[in-house]
């Protein structure tokens, strides 16, 4: 247990669908992130909030929108996802100036 | 920008053997280093980091790393590998300047034999 819960572990969705991803940590950590773990490639930053406010995007399209609402929660939105984009998306939170991340346990996604 | 190489796609060893797995970044400065560890349906727990000091980098379960700043290199060991050990194992780099941003290899995955 590491302090950062992902909710939920499973969804499967179709590709006309709306879901949510969920992150939540109570470390005190001020930095949250979401990194995507495809098969046979590295893990890839997709997000990074720091108190709050968005500092890094990588090239993200844009059926992917994330929130953070306050430095405990984070959010992923999905929408007209593709089958591609069926991964591991894991949580990660620190309090910043590349101190360790701390993983939540992920959500595996399936698009049908 | 940043890199990591993990030449080691998987390795096979038996228990009570001694393990190296490596990894080999590309930066310009001393990066920050760590090394997580994976079990399957999990998500990545830290092993180890190294920011500066001591190259040689103790870490949880027995494991360590040693910065080689000529090598560009920071290699995990372990002197005797348990059953439990087997797992997929990532290097990853930290930018100092950038902050927040980790960038991972592609894993090794251990096997151990009984």
Redesign the interface.
């Known amino acids: 247990e ?1 302090g ?1 819960t ?1 909710t939920p572990r499973h969804l499967v969705m179709g590709m006309t669908n709306k879901k949510s991803l969920k992150c939540e940590q109570h470390l005190g950590h001020n ?1 949250m ?1 979401w990194y995507k773990q495809s098969a ?4 890839e ?1 997709m997000f ?1 909030y ?1 108190l709050e406010e968005r ?2 995007n990588n090239s993200v399209p844009s059926r992917f929108s994330p929130e953070c609402p306050n430095s405990s929660h984070l959010f992923l939105h999905l929408h007209t996802l593709q089958p591609e984009d069926s991964a591991l998306y ?1 949580c ?1 939170s ?1 309090l ?3 101190t ?7 959500t ?1 996604l399936t698009v049908v | 920008a940043q890199s ?1 190489t993990q030449p080691d796609i998987h390795i096979t060893v038996s228990e009570g053997a001694s393990l190296e797995l490596r990894c080999n970044y590309s930066y310009g400065a001393t990066p ?1 280093l ?1 090394w ?1 560890v994976q079990s399957p ?6 092993l180890l ?1 190294y ?1 500066s000091g001591d190259t040689l980098v103790q870490g949880i379960k027995g494991f360590e790393a040693e910065f080689k700043r000529s090598q560009s290199s920071f290699n995990l060991r372990k002197p005797s590998v348990h059953w439990s050990d087997a797992a997929e194992y ?1 290097c ?1 780099v ?3 300047s ?10 090794t995955r251990l096997a151990v034999r009984p």
């Open positions: 590491t950062v992902q930095a992130s046979k490639k590295p893990l930053l990074v720091s500092v890094e894991l990660a620190s910043g100036g590349n360790e991340a701390f993983f939540g346990q992920g595996r | 990591v920050y760590f997580y349906g999990q998500g990545l727990q830290l980091k920011f990532f990853a930290g930018d100092p950038s902050g927040d941003k980790l960038t991972f290899g592609t894993g």
